[in-house]
């Protein structure tokens, strides 16, 4: 599993904490790297949709995410159930450490 952010993102670290407790509920051993998106224009080249962005096998968190060419070195806002937040929702995160 990879957590992709900049520096100075809010809102990584708490993504961080979200997938290891949603990793803890599920018994799932975690493996997570943080990679740090260090430029603009590295932004393209990593697939990087903003930050904080959670990947498990190369595919994002975010139902329907891997179909998006828009890539961009930002904060990235998630359109959750819940309103629009700075990390994903728990549920999509536990769906794809599950899922077979």
């Known amino acids: 599993m990879e957590l992709l952010y900049f520096d100075g993102c809010p809102n990584h ?4 904490e979200l997938v290891e407790r949603v990793a803890t509920e599920v018994g ?3 493996d997570l790297r943080l990679i740090e998106v260090r430029r603009p224009e590295d932004a393209y080249r990593m697939r990087f949709l903003g930050s904080p962005s959670i990947r ?3 595919h994002d968190v975010e139902p329907g995410a891997d179909d998006r060419e828009q890539f ?9 159930d819940a309103g629009l937040a700075g990390q994903p ?6 769906a794809a450490l599950v899922k077979p």
């Open 56 to 58: 498990i096998d190369g």
């Open 13 to 16: 670290l708490g993504t961080k």
């Open 89 to 94: 929702a728990a549920d999509w995160v536990r």
């Open 72 to 80: 961009e070195y930002a904060c990235r806002v998630y359109r959750t």
């Open 28 to 30: 799932v051993d975690l």
